[in-house]
């Protein structure tokens, strides 16, 4: 029997045992009005002592009988009370423990900071990705909610605490995405995170149009604005829609090619090759349809004699078998 059924028949008996009195006080005494038989079935109830209010033999052996009832009434919605209290807690304790215990096996996974409208996007995202990750949430009703519906490790607490940060396995994580409501909350959250592990890779939410520079120079990585961005769909989606549509397929298709990179690390065989010497497309059946460079920039085409070096990444259009040959050239194991 569950806790909501428990305390529904505790408040349907009591309801029971004041409708019965106020009866039974009508039925037995003569001259008496609904007031006066409520009055009695209540202090009677709540064994508050009183006045008998002239009652009869019969008034007085329904009295030690509803008496009796109330007793038994009242000791069962304690029992109720405390069983709800004490076992919630120690389920609430139990299922914190295995979140803790599930956290600490984490390793090059990401966090999520905030679970709200932008934050549940990124966790499905996750999710459909199948990656390691944690989320971290304050309010306590959203985190019932999302784990009604969705499987996964996460803490409750401020991700603006470098305590809870450190507890999420922040110092073995590959990357974090902080998608608070407020834009001081996420850039306290990214220099903690920068400070907490310099290698970390860090995206992060503005909300003010003037954020995503003071955001960048704390360290993030990735700066979004999600009203930006949505303006930017909207107007595309008129504009462009095959485009769009193109795109869209590409990202969301999680069976088949998507639009992905790999990151050339240091020593891998294309870092200080050409484009053409790497044989790409020889090996992988893939076309790079972009380099980003070290500064952050885009050479789109790029020709067979762009010389490649550590930290570029190559953008293409994949399956996850041309992509796992394609990580094993650039050395992007992560």
């Not at 970390?200 to 360290?219: H, M």
């Not at 762009?306 to 050239?329: T, Y």
Request: aromatic share 6%; glycine share 8%.
């Amino acid at each position: 029997m569950n806790y909501q059924r428990k305390i529904i028949i505790a408040l349907v008996m009591l309801a029971g045992l004041l409708v019965t009195g106020t009866i039974g006080y009508l039925m037995l005494e003569s001259g008496w009005d609904p007031l006066d038989a409520v009055y009695m079935t209540v202090i009677t109830l709540t064994t508050a002592g009183h006045d008998d209010l002239e009652m009869s033999d019969r008034g007085r052996i329904f009295t030690i009988l509803l008496l009796l009832g109330g007793i038994g009434v009242f000791t069962y919605s304690v029992t109720v009370a405390t069983t709800v209290l004490i076992e919630g807690q120690l389920q609430n304790f139990f299922r914190q423990q295995r979140m803790t215990r599930t956290v600490d096996k984490l390793s090059n996974h990401y966090i999520i900071c905030g679970l709200g409208d932008t934050g549940v996007h990124v966790l499905d995202e996750m999710l459909k990705a199948e990656v390691d990750f944690v989320g971290i949430e304050s309010e306590e009703e959203r985190l019932i909610h999302l784990t009604d519906t969705r499987n996964f490790p996460y803490l409750h607490g401020d991700a603006t605490d470098d305590e809870l940060l450190v507890r999420a396995g922040i110092a073995n994580a590959s990357g974090l995405v902080t998608c608070l409501s407020r834009d001081q909350d996420n850039l306290f959250v990214v220099i903690s995170a920068r400070k907490l592990n310099p290698h970390l890779r860090i995206a992060s939410k503005a909300v003010e149009d003037n954020s995503p520079g003071k955001l960048i120079t704390a360290g993030a990585d990735e700066v979004v604005l999600p009203d930006h961005i949505g303006g930017l769909r909207l107007a595309s989606g008129i504009l462009q829609p095959q485009l769009v549509g193109f795109l869209e397929n590409i990202t969301q298709n999680r069976d088949g090619a998507q639009f992905t990179e790999s990151v050339i690390q240091k020593d891998s065989p294309l870092d200080g090759i050409s484009l053409k010497a790497a044989s790409i497309r020889e090996q992988t059946g893939l076309v790079v349809i972009a380099i980003r460079d070290n500064d952050r920039t885009f050479l789109y085409n790029p020709p067979g004699d762009k010389k490649m070096v550590a930290g570029e990444a190559l953008l293409v259009i994949a399956n996850q078998k041309q992509l796992q040959i394609l990580h094993k050239l650039t050395g992007d194991l992560s």
